[in-house]
């Protein structure tokens, strides 16, 4: 049984900082890419951040380049997201996933039923 657990959720204002972690146990898997998505009430879950297995590749939604960063520690089964600059809109429960392959490429990252564990999601809410 695969477990993702997500925490580091909560409420800070405009410009401030979270980091999300995600810790996996059940199954080893560091040999799959792994990556997070947000969904605000009333929207489409919308892809974040992925990262390869080996942690070497990085892809990035457009709203959060240069904001957010994705990171991996294999040893420890927990990736990790680091929010700066936060903005009102990005409001949303934060799901961390695992993805079917190690290397994705394209718009295979951004599809929702390429990935096969989901966490249970964290709440972040950034208050302007």
């Known amino acids: 049984q695969v477990q993702l657990v997500e925490s580091g959720g909560g409420l800070v204002q405009a410009g401030g900082s979270l980091r999300l972690s995600c810790a996996t146990s059940g199954r080893t898997l560091s040999n799959y890419a792994m990556a997070w998505f947000r969904q605000a009430p009333g929207k489409e879950r919308e892809f974040v951040a992925g990262?390869?297995?080996?942690?070497?590749?990085?892809n990035y939604g457009d709203s959060v380049k240069g904001r957010f960063t994705i990171s991996r520690d294999n040893a420890k089964s927990t990736v990790y997201l680091q929010m700066n600059s936060l903005k009102p809109e990005d409001t949303a429960v934060y799901y961390c996933?695992?993805?079917?392959?190690?290397?994705?490429?394209?718009?295979?990252?951004?599809?929702?039923?390429?990935?096969?564990?989901w966490g249970q999601g964290a709440q972040v809410t950034v208050s302007s």
């Open positions: 996933a695992v993805h079917r392959l190690a290397t994705p490429l394209g718009s295979n990252w951004y599809q929702v039923h390429n990935y096969d564990y």
């Open positions: 990262i390869r297995w080996s942690g070497g590749y990085t």
